[in-house]
């Protein structure tokens, strides 16, 4: 595993853990707007980087069967979408300012469970980079190193306000600066965990590249349309939710089609 790839692993990562020190140099909770900005923002990173980045690319390799060249996309996704939604039903987790609890019932409290919902978040993100570097890992001429590094940063980008935003109400909910910085920093550990543990599997990924692309896109929408995009357009000023979605997507196509 060369250096520039296990610096692309890490970025997110990275993201994750300068977002969750907000939580020393901010004295209160994100405001209700700005949260909503943010969570749009994240949403629009990840649809632009499921698009271009993964599904795309993935369609690209199934190009030799002709007309039916999406079935991989679209198999790739419907099962990405039932993982996500299999996680969501059997891990115990709460979400952002809700006091009901999804999951099996459990006795973990409420700081835990936050963290989980966030980590559940990041297990496709983590996935994305861990496929597309082992698509380069296996010579695959439609990834390219730089088009890997755009989509690390895009995911950097995205995870910096999530890491805020879960370290931030851990704060305010009594816990000390150092303890909720660390709960919002290890939320993001499965990232790099997950990539590694894909590209060493990179020798049998090849037959399945494109199904594993599209994998890690359905997990990825899963997340959007199911968590941040209600969170981003619940109540009042639902708008500076969608004016993130486009600044978050305009962002992410560009670095993938300028780096890609």
């Not at 600066?177 to 965990?193: C, D, H, N, Q, W």
């Not at 619940?234 to 670095?255: W, Y």
């Amino acid at each position: 595993m060369n250096t520039m790839m296990i610096i692309g692993i890490l970025i997110p990562f990275v993201g994750t853990t300068l977002g969750s020190a907000c939580v020393f140099f901010m004295k209160n909770e994100i405001k209700p707007l700005v949260q909503k900005s943010l969570l749009g923002f994240a949403s629009g990173v990840m649809i632009a980087a499921s698009v271009w980045s993964l599904l795309i690319p993935a369609i690209d390799m199934s190009d030799h069967m002709g007309k039916m060249a999406f079935v991989p996309a679209a198999v790739g996704i419907i099962i990405g979408m039932a993982f996500l939604f299999a996680m969501d039903k059997l891990t115990p987790h709460l979400h952002l300012n809700s006091d009901e609890p999804e999951g099996p019932h459990t006795k973990l409290r409420k700081t835990t469970m936050l963290v989980l919902a966030v980590t559940l978040h990041n297990i496709p993100e983590g996935m994305a980079v861990g496929v597309v570097f082992a698509g380069l890992v296996t010579g695959s001429s439609e990834i390219t190193i730089a088009g890997a590094i755009a989509l690390a940063v895009g995911i950097a980008i995205q995870n910096f306000p999530e890491g805020a935003i879960i370290a931030l109400p851990l704060k305010s909910e009594g816990n000390s600066k150092s303890r909720a910085f660390m709960y919002g920093t290890l939320s993001g550990i499965v990232e790099p965990i997950a990539a590694v543990l894909t590209v060493l599997l990179s020798q049998f990924v090849i037959p399945v590249l494109p199904y594993l692309l599209s994998f890690a896109a359905g997990a990825m929408l899963y997340v959007v349309v199911e968590e941040l995009l209600p969170e981003a357009s619940a109540g009042e000023h639902s708008d500076i939710g969608t004016i993130g979605f486009a600044i978050g997507f305009i962002v992410m196509m560009v670095l993938d089609v300028a780096l890609g």
